[in-house]
């Protein structure tokens, strides 16, 4: 990538809408063929940051170029943008050959290329036999597919998409992620998604990033983010359960991690810069805490931390989620998800006593939470 | 079983709900309709009366001119009234669509309005805006503009002004239905796409508003087919429509099969109208 012009470059971006301040100096950048994906609670901004780059809303501050242009000023009708809108938001009145050709049409492109780029268009979506149908006519998933052939068929220097899975069904929705993600590949265009939705952002997205109250918390590949949150935030927002607050103290040239208000302490070994300040909280995934169950009052297996006793069971299927409430203070609790591969006679059971396992690389420190 | 006893109870309540009002329409809208058609085709005077039907009436309609030359003008004033309403309506529609609550309340108060206030209250003030000595050609005439009264009044001009005040808002509120459907997005869509802010009213929000747009326009122009008040009072006699026609067949010349007859026309055109207006919406909707 390195000196090449980014599809879209956001620099300084502030938006208030009165009294409220909706995004709050904003810095980012699509490169040529990714799909960066614009991921927080609603209310956080991103929904905002899309319509500024589409230019309904203008920024109260702040530069965007796209594809090297700077565009503030610029009316949506001159930006060279596509976007699919959450309620895909098709001309009823219009076929769907038509509603592929509006924006060929608006460009005054010759009516036989129009033709031929439609029916590419449509049969990259796998519509190509519904060209004559009308919108009312067509399921929810088609729609989606046409709304994506008439953003893509101008060739636009970004695509945008606001939410496009939100209104599917489980099922549909991952096969057309899936769908959408050879698309995007094969046809190498920029994306920029927004979605409050953790497993489609993993699935499509080559960097996330987590919004929350108009600020970006971090921006970076996913696996980053699911594993090394930068804030408390993003670590709640993916899913990680387990955030304990604490204070480091050293041991023997081993630093220890002890909970507050809580006899155990973690092994802090290998996890990266540790912040000495009170109050810095550390994380570690469910998915890594596995649990042995301690029925005979043995002694610990080697990989034992702590120990407590089983509080709550949740079946999900695919794995078992248990709580724990561990030994020295009922207040303090872990998570712990363990796959439904262990064989059942080896799987603790509701109040009994365990031994909680993890290795000390699972732990990830996180900053003093700054008060936003 | 069950299910069928049950179907079978709420198939019959539905009707019941409908009774009174289905007893209201036979006694004062059927029945009357159909005397009316009696009386169109029953000879005024003579021995045969009551015996055989006759088509003197629609004859004398149909070829005699003055009444033809009526019925056109009848046509043209509500073509007209239409036109200016949705000349008027479209851009208040519009406006409503994009106002907050509150104005779009206000808004519609004030398009209400001449249907709350009585017809002689609402054309005599009319009077005194358009007349001679009206607020208009007076003030034209202080600043100069003009140097003889303009004839605001007692001719076509002053008439459509008089019935599109009233009308308006039968155009304005089925039309602004209509917008409040078109999903905001679909605009957006269409300036991503490529299209100016004209192209866009054109191709999407003006291509989408046709069933109330359809609809509100044939309220009015029905309506003002059968307006009598106001080109009384506004037009005198210098405009002439199919109801004051009818009224004074029956108050001044006691002829009530002549005026019947005329009233049975003047049904049937309003139902074309109706029927053709009918059809161009389901045509502009698929």
């Known amino acids: ?372 | 079983m069950a299910g069928a006893t049950l179907a079978e109870e709420r198939s019959r309540r539905p009707w019941l709900l409908l009774a009174p009002s289905a007893l209201l329409y036979a006694a004062f809208l059927l029945v009357p309709l159909a005397l009316l058609v009696v009386a169109s085709v029953t000879p005024a005077e003579g021995p045969g009366r009551l015996q055989a039907a006759t088509g003197e009436y629609y004859a004398a309609f149909a070829t005699d001119g003055i009444t033809l030359t009526i019925l056109l003008h009848t046509l043209r004033l509500a073509s007209l009234v239409t036109l200016s309403c949705l000349v008027l309506g479209y851009p208040l529609a519009l406006f409503m669509r994009r106002a907050g609550p509150k104005t779009r309340l206000a808004i519609m108060l004030v398009v209400v309005s001449p249907l709350l206030s009585s017809v002689i209250v609402r054309n005599v003030a009319w009077l005194l805006v358009l007349g001679r000595e009206g607020i208009i050609n007076t003030g034209l005439q202080a600043l100069g503009l003009i140097d003889a009264p303009l004839p605001l009044l007692y001719n076509t001009f002053g008439v459509v002004v008089g019935v599109t005040h009233v009308y308006l808002s039968f155009l304005v509120l089925p039309l602004f239905a209509s917008l409040t459907t078109i999903n905001p997005a679909a605009e957006e869509s269409a300036a991503i796409l490529g299209a100016s802010p004209l192209r866009t009213f054109l191709y999407v929000t003006l291509s989408l508003s046709p069933p109330g747009a359809v609809a509100g326009a044939t309220l009015v122009f029905v309506l003002t087919m059968g307006v009598y008040l106001t080109p009384v009072i506004m037009g005198e006699s210098f405009v002439t429509t199919l109801p004051m026609v009818i009224t004074d067949l029956v108050r001044n010349q006691f002829e009530w099969s002549r005026a019947s007859a005329f009233a049975i026309v003047l049904l049937l055109v309003v139902g074309g109208v109706m029927a053709a207006s009918g059809w161009a919406e389901r045509r502009l909707t698929t």
């Open chain 1, 1 to 372: 990538m390195g000196t090449e012009t980014p599809a879209v470059n956001a620099a300084g971006i502030n938006k208030h809408f009165g009294a409220f301040h909706a995004v709050r100096d904003l810095d980012f950048q699509v490169r040529k063929g990714e799909i960066v994906s614009l991921l927080g609670p609603s209310g956080c901004g991103k929904t905002t940051m899309l319509r500024m780059l589409a230019g309904f809303v203008t920024p109260t501050s702040g530069t965007i170029a796209i594809a090297g242009k700077v565009v503030n000023g610029v009316p949506p009708h001159r930006r060279h943008v596509g976007m699919m809108f959450q309620s895909y938001a098709l001309f009823p009145h219009m076929s769907v050959g038509e509603n592929v050709a509006f924006g060929l049409r608006m460009r005054s492109v010759p009516k036989a290329e129009i033709k031929l780029r439609v029916e590419e268009a449509l049969r990259a979506v796998r519509l190509a036999d519904r060209i004559d149908s009308y919108p009312r006519q067509l399921s929810g998933g088609q729609q989606q597919r046409v709304a994506l052939a008439r953003a893509l068929v101008i060739k636009p220097d970004v695509l945008l998409l606001d939410e496009p899975f939100g209104a599917l069904d489980r099922e549909l929705r991952q096969h057309l992620q899936a769908e959408m993600k050879r698309l995007q590949r094969q046809l190498g265009i920029s994306t920029l998604l927004v979605t409050h939705d953790q497993e489609e952002v993993l699935l499509l997205s080559d960097r996330i990033a987590v919004m929350h109250k108009g600020r970006m918390d971090q921006i970076a590949a996913p696996e980053e983010i699911f594993e090394r949150p930068a804030t408390r935030f993003v670590a709640e927002f993916m899913g990680g359960t387990n955030i304990f607050e604490g204070r480091v103290e050293q041991q023997g040239g081993t630093g220890l991690f002890r909970i507050a208000g809580s006899g155990d302490a973690i092994g802090l070994l290998a996890c990266g810069p540790f912040s000495q300040a009170a109050g810095a909280p550390v994380m570690i995934r469910p998915e890594r805490v596995t649990l042995v169950a301690n029925r005979d009052r043995g002694t610990p297996p080697a990989a034992a931390i702590m120990s407590g006793r089983v509080t709550e069971m949740n079946y999900l299927g695919s794995s078992t989620e248990y709580r724990v409430a561990l030994d020295g203070d009922d207040e303090v609790e872990i998570v712990s998800r363990i796959p439904g591969l262990q064989a059942s006679g080896e799987r603790p059971r509701l109040d009994e006593p365990v031994f909680v396992c993890f290795d000390s690389a699972a732990v990830h420190s996180l900053p003093v939470s700054s008060q936003l």
